[in-house]
């Protein structure tokens, strides 16, 4: 009987520790996406307006940029609710 119940003990416990993994690589996911997007914006700020490093230093690293231009154009084309992708995410309701 013991070792019955240290087994659903156990089972129980690697269920919330999976489920605490799933959301904390969701949250990371979420992060990363934001952090590329804010390199971009830092990079190519000159051409929007903002304050940015010497368009020089921008046309030098343009060529390594791929993946962060194809990830500022998909943020400007699904531009949603960011505060509500974020609750989503937090699972605030």
């Known amino acids: 009987m013991p070792s019955r119940l240290f087994d659903q003990l156990k089972d129980v416990l690697s269920g919330i520790d999976r489920t605490h993994r799933g959301q904390a690589a969701a949250l990371t996911e979420v992060e990363v996406r934001e952090l590329e997007n804010i390199f971009a914006l830092l990079l190519l700020g000159s051409f929007v307006g903002i304050p ?13 940029m791929e993946h962060e231009l194809q990830v500022l154009n998909s943020r400007a084309r699904d531009a949603g609710d960011m505060l509500g992708e974020m609750c989503g995410t937090l699972g605030i309701d």
């Open 52 to 64: 940015a490093p010497p368009s020089f230093l921008a046309l030098e690293l343009l060529p390594l």
